[in-house]
């Protein structure tokens, strides 16, 4: 806030100096408004008449000023930087596992913006909730876009895109009563086994990181990389923060920010870049052979597993530097549209089957929230040329023209100057599959060995803070989930669940007043009257 005042006295002083700039007040056709603060009326005391084009502009705009929120991820902030690349993956040049051409030469920039956020709830709630953080990136290369949407934490809760509305709804509050249960979140996820690990990252410190610039980003799933002879290898992205360094909060301290400031998030991004305190990230990657790997004992496409750093070396392949923020938050943050389908050549997407959902939602979230042509908006269209044959909807403003390209043919192929397709820039990866069509779960879905590993790895004092964070939620959980979550903890590590099980023993008793289990208990007499019993 400070600093926002300061930049605007700066502004006044600037146009004292310049002798005053015109800065008239219009309406959006250019009109001259000549009063802003009188409708037009019969005499001073009369009615209004209905040609008051001004008030009627203006007001019927302010009707339309909010958009619908992002579903996920409402509450963000963003900036725009700039991504160099070095040119070289583990001492070899990139070009061995990849032909994007953002990385392939040392010192290679390419502008970036950056959108980070919470996940669950609303556009104005608090930034210290514990909830994985959304750390999102658009590069605007030469070859058009590539977004990587990422997170702070290395998994996810799931493996299977069918589960995720489902997941979302259990995290929010009671569709009854609009209060926030853990009991639901807990009831979804203690029937969600490959939730476990995921659980005890987001319990632990690791679940409320400081601020945005503090925090480490991963693309969580699989993705590909192929070369010129179409050679695909596995890769998933990191983020790690250099001089800003990593730092979480403990929930008293969260709950201590929280009651002073619920944007300390944003705020911290906003000033730290407004007075030139860059922050920075380096980009590594790591690489497998494209296949099963069935000496692991976990599928390379399971988005619920690390790929543990001392097996699977992080090779870092570039460095990202915040440096301007936004104009304004509405037309470049809140308009930003990322997506997982949008990727440049040399990059793929595995068959990660999270990541094949994921990106069927997010444009078509877009197509929704933003409109038809969302990817026309300043901050969402590509710095390389935009040529194509889509036409109209609404808000569309101007056509996607390539020079010399005939106007009157909007199809292809044409023989009349019309658009004609690139030239490939390598060889296909072509995978090949021989299966049949079946749903059914990978088949090494291993689900509690590494939750017990990370455990293991915490200091204590991660510990401690993630086994009171744990039965602080589960206290207000019937037996039914909380045994069911113990059983999950003790399959990971026997030490981990006897603690959370000894701590809820000795936790006040389950408080008989608790609102959700209370409407929970109607709705399951309910369900028990109708003959439906869940
Ligand atoms: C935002 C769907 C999993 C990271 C969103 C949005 C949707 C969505 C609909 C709102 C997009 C918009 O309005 O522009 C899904 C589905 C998932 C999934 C269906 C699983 C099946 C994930 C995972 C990650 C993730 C695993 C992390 C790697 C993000 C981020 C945003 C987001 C960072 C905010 C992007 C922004 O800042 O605009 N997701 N998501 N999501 N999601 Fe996911």
Redesign the pocket.
């Known amino acids: 806030e400070a600093t926002s005042r300061r930049k605007g006295a700066d502004i006044l002083d600037e146009n004292k100096q310049a002798g005053g700039a015109d800065r008239t007040l219009t309406n959006r056709q250019g009109h001259p408004i000549t009063d802003n603060q009188n409708i037009r009326t019969v005499g001073s005391r009369g009615p209004s008449t209905l040609e008051n084009y001004h008030f009627i502009e203006k007001t019927s705009h302010f009707d339309r000023e909010r958009v619908p929120e ?4 409402a509450r ?1 902030a963003g900036a725009y930087g700039v991504f160099e690349a070095y040119g070289t993956v583990g001492g070899e040049p990139v070009s061995k596992y990849t032909r994007a051409k953002l990385f392939q030469e040392k010192g290679k920039q390419t502008p970036v913006f950056v ?1 980070f ?1 919470t996940v669950v709830h609303g556009g104005h709630s608090p930034e210290t909730l514990r909830d ?1 953080r ?3 990136v658009k590069f605007y290369t030469e070859d058009g876009n590539w977004d990587l ?3 702070n934490l290395k998994i ?1 809760f799931i493996r299977d ?1 069918l589960k ?1 509305p489902d997941m979302v709804h259990s995290f929010r509050p009671d569709p009854v009563t609009n209060l926030n249960d853990p009991e639901r979140m807990f009831d979804f996820l203690s029937n969600s086994p490959e939730a476990t690990h995921m659980v005890t990252f987001l319990f632990s410190p690791w679940g409320i990181p400081a601020n945005y610039r503090q925090m480490q980003g ?4 699989t993705y590909k990389w192929v070369n010129k002879d179409g050679t695909g290898y596995l890769v998933k992205y990191h983020w790690e923060p250099l001089k800003q360094g990593i730092k979480n909060l403990t929930q008293d301290e969260a709950e201590a920010i929280q009651a002073k400031n619920t944007s300390h998030a944003t705020q911290d991004l906003y000033e730290a870049i407004d007075r030139g305190d860059y922050p920075e990230w380096e980009l590594s990657v790591q690489i497998l052979e494209d296949g099963e790997h069935p000496e692991l004992d976990f599928d390379p496409l399971d ?1 619920t597993k690390l790929w543990v750093k001392e097996k699977f070396p992080f090779l870092p392949v570039g460095k990202m530097t915040l440096n301007r923020n936004p104009d304004n938050y509405f037309a470049e943050v809140e308009q ?3 997506g997982t389908g949008v990727l440049v050549d040399g990059l793929d997407f595995s068959d990660d089957k ?1 990541l094949q ?2 990106t069927f ?2 444009s078509d ?2 197509r929704y ?1 933003v409109g038809t042509n969302y990817l026309q908006l300043p901050v969402n269209s590509p710095k390389a040329p935009v040529a194509t044959n889509q036409r109209d909807g609404q808000m569309e403003y101007k056509v996607d023209l390539a020079p010399g390209q005939n106007p009157h043919v909007n199809y292809e192929p044409s023989s009349l100057g019309g658009l004609t397709e690139a030239r490939p820039s390598g060889a296909e990866h072509e995978p090949a599959y021989e299966a049949r069509l079946v749903r059914e779960k990978l088949d090494r879905p291993n689900d509690f060995s590494q939750a017990g590993d990370t455990y293991r790895k915490f200091e204590p004092w991660e510990q401690d803070e993630l086994i009171q964070n744990l039965v602080d939620a589960l206290k207000v959980c019937r037996p039914v989930v909380r045994d069911k979550m113990i059983g999950h903890f003790k399959q990971a590590d026997a030490d981990y669940g006897r603690r959370v099980a000894e701590a809820l023993a000795s936790a006040e008793a389950v408080d008989a007043s608790h609102l959700g289990n209370e409407s929970m208990r109607e709705g399951q007499q309910l369900a028990d009257r109708s003959g439906h019993r869940t």
């Open positions: 992002r579903v996920v991820h963000g959108r956020s994985p959304g750390f999102a949407v990422g997170n996810f895109p995720f991963s693309g969580v799933n988005p930003a549209a990322f999270l959902g994921r939602s997010y979230t877009q929230r």
